[in-house]
């Protein structure tokens, strides 16, 4: 009897050494893919459209009147512009994230576009 317990326990033990000494860490290794994952689309120059942030009515020019009487400019590429107090139309804020611009064109239309009635915009 003693030695079916004392058998029993040493099962036991060999068994939880055994499982004991090998290491917990799993590794996996994924599969290698031969090309890299296609890339997003780069924005280049022809993402962007070259419109000007502030316009200056000319000739040929058309000017509509909005449901909430401003006035208001649609270019041929769809391109909406407010008018401003200063009689020029400012870029309509949706669109200043699809035009290219320069620092000094950019800080222009802030400053000026915040002067007009901009709660239409």
């Not at 317990?5 to 860490?25: D, E, N, P, W």
């Not at 064109?105 to 009635?117: A, D, G, H, L, P």
Request: aromatic share 16%; hydrophobic share 30%; proline share 7%.
């Amino acid at each position: 009897m003693k030695r079916t317990f004392i058998l029993s326990i040493a099962a036991v033990m060999t068994a939880a050494v055994f499982t004991s000494c090998g290491h917990s860490r799993v590794w996996a290794t994924k599969e290698r893919r031969e090309s890299a994952p296609p890339s997003p689309p780069a924005r280049t120059a022809s993402y962007y459209n070259a419109a000007p942030l502030i316009v200056s009515p000319t000739p040929g020019f058309t000017m509509n009147r909005h449901p909430n009487g401003q006035y208001f400019h649609k270019s041929p590429q769809g391109i909406m512009y407010w008018k401003g107090y200063d009689n020029r139309f400012y870029l309509d804020r949706n669109y200043v994230n699809r035009t290219q611009y320069s620092k000094w064109e950019y800080n222009e239309w802030k400053r000026y576009s915040r002067q007009s009635n901009s709660r239409y915009r």
